[in-house]
């Protein structure tokens, strides 16, 4: 699961309207605290969910800081 959505994760977020702005603020975000970072951006709940899985919220974030 967290393969298959973590990169849905990742267009999600850069497809939204202050992307740049975001992955600036991401990274300035300690390691730890970039999952909580993507959930409140809700860049990871997939359509019908309310929450998403810690797991793809890590990974999310993960590829998300590898982008310049």
């Not at 849905?8 to 992955?23: G, H, M, W």
């Not at 991401?26 to 969910?49: D, H, I, P, R």
Request: aromatic letters at 6%; charged letters at 20%; one cysteine or more.
């Amino acid at each position: 699961m967290v393969a298959t959505i973590a990169p849905i994760c990742v267009d999600r977020f850069q497809r939204s309207t202050d992307a740049d702005a975001n992955l600036t603020a991401l990274k300035k975000v300690n390691a730890w605290e970039q999952g909580t970072f993507v959930e409140e951006g809700g860049w990871a709940v997939m359509l019908g969910g309310k929450t998403a899985d810690s797991g793809v919220l890590q990974a999310c974030a993960a590829l998300l800081g590898n982008l310049k």
